[in-house]
Nanobody, 127 residues
């Protein structure tokens, strides 16, 4: 059973940046497609970014390329989410998710495609 632990959230002013981290337990991290989702108060959990097991393929929702960068360090069992030019509407709990795929080039964008979830880290952006 993979366990995911997020860190790096906090309170930041609008226009600032944050780098979220998600560290996974286990020894086969490179076989896991990973993703980030976020959930604002009273809203549905939404997709933020995804990365394949090898790290060679990434995907973002339309309109956000440039503000978010997902990356991973398989040697450290860690996936990162860099968010720049933060806006108050970025305020949410950010969750990392992972699912074992075996193929290093696959990534997923839907909640139901992920088997493992972290507990989330709060990001609050003040105006």
């Amino acid at each position: 059973q993979v366990q995911l632990v997020e860190s790096g959230g906090g309170l930041v002013q609008a226009g600032g940046s944050l780098r979220l981290s998600c560290t996974a337990s286990g020894r086969t991290f490179s076989s896991y497609a990973m993703g980030w989702f976020r959930q604002a108060l009273g809203k549905e959990r939404e997709f933020v970014a995804a990365i394949s097991g090898s790290g060679s393929d990434t995907y973002y929702p339309a309109g956000v390329i440039g503000r978010r960068t997902i990356s991973r360090d398989n040697a450290k069992n860690t996936v990162f989410l860099q968010i720049n030019s933060l806006k108050p509407e970025d305020t949410a709990v950010y969750f990392c998710a992972g699912t074992e795929v075996g193929n290093g080039s696959i990534f997923y964008t839907k909640r139901y495609e992920y088997a493992h979830w972290g507990q989330g880290t709060q990001v609050t952006v003040s105006s």
